[in-house]
């Protein structure tokens, strides 16, 4: 199990990222939030991959977006990428 907070050695594909976004998501539909179910299920794609906690809930913030506004938001990126 990789630990949150130290990722500087974590490699990430963009298909486990979808992967574990579908899993975030599916748990949100499904379960009574007052449980922690979901934050619990969070928590452990976090661990389990060792990625970055605000990163994480960042990403999902931006797949949440419509195709304009997430294009708009990622352009401002790209300069830190030059």
Avoid: C, P
Avoid at 22 to 34: C, G, H, P, R
Avoid at 62 to 74: A, G, P, W, Y
Wanted: hydrophobic share 35%; proline share 0%.
């Amino acid at each position: 199990m990789a630990k949150t907070g130290d990722n500087s050695k974590v490699s990430v594909t963009y298909n486990e990222l979808t992967d574990a976004l579908t899993e975030i998501a599916n748990t949100k539909t499904e379960v009574n939030e007052a449980n922690g179910t979901h934050r619990s299920n969070i928590k452990k794609i976090l661990d389990d991959h060792g990625w970055n906690k605000k990163a994480l809930a960042q990403i999902r913030a931006i797949e949440d977006m419509s195709q304009t506004q997430r294009m708009d938001f990622l352009r401002t990126f790209n300069a830190m990428y030059e």
